[in-house]
């Protein structure tokens, strides 16, 4: 079975390319899809629409031309990997959790058990919790055999 996999979250480690590598290890036919992972790129990406007078709207034009591409990937998606890292608060990868549940399109979380209590809410409207790459791949193993 084909499938797209859509990861979000985290920016800062490779959990990307190891659930890619795991993958492609196991031979599975899955494309995977994320959104801009060059914070620098990432924060610019409204900058072409002109100055900003505050910082507020910088990011408020960017997160509008991001949301482009992850609004349109996460709908496109058979699967979405939400990772929450330990070094940074990753509202994003929250914010793009709650529109998987609201579209009712299936996620599992990836994020060590240290943040399991501020994450209760995401978590329990996931299909799973994986706490390593090696069991996100596993899953991906299952669901697309």
Same mark, same amino acid.
């Given at each position: 079975?084909?499938?797209?996999?859509?990861?979000?979250? *985290?920016?800062?480690?490779?959990?990307? *390319?190891?659930?890619?590598?795991?993958?492609?290890?196991?031979g599975?036919?899955? %494309?995977? &899809?994320s959104?801009? &992972?060059?914070?620098d790129? $990432?924060?610019?990406?409204?900058?072409?629409?002109?100055?900003?007078?505050?910082?507020?709207?910088?990011?408020?034009? $960017?997160?509008k031309?991001?949301?482009?591409?992850?609004?349109? +990937?996460?709908?496109?998606?058979?699967l979405?990997?939400?990772?929450?890292?330990?070094?940074?608060? /990753?509202?994003?990868?929250?914010?793009?959790?709650?529109?998987?549940?609201?579209?009712?399109?299936?996620?599992?979380?990836?994020?060590?058990?240290?943040?399991?209590h501020?994450?209760?809410?995401?978590?329990?409207?996931?299909?799973?919790?994986?706490?390593? %790459?090696? /069991?996100?791949?596993?899953? +991906?193993?299952?669901?697309?055999r």
């Amino acid at each position: 079975m084909s499938f797209t996999v859509y990861l979000s979250g *985290e920016i800062h480690t490779d959990w990307r *390319e190891e659930i890619e590598r795991g993958a492609a290890a196991a031979g599975l036919d899955i %494309t995977f &899809t994320s959104a801009v &992972t060059d914070h620098d790129a $990432s924060d610019a990406a409204g900058d072409h629409l002109g100055p900003a007078s505050e910082g507020f709207w910088r990011d408020h034009k $960017s997160s509008k031309v991001n949301a482009i591409r992850t609004k349109t +990937l996460i709908e496109m998606s058979d699967l979405v990997v939400v990772r929450f890292g330990d070094k940074y608060k /990753q509202w994003n990868a929250a914010f793009d959790a709650g529109y998987c549940a609201a579209l009712g399109k299936p996620y599992v979380t990836l994020h060590g058990e240290e943040i399991v209590h501020p994450l209760k809410e995401v978590d329990a409207a996931a299909m799973g919790w994986c706490t390593g %790459t090696d /069991q996100v791949v596993e899953i +991906l193993k299952y669901v697309t055999r």
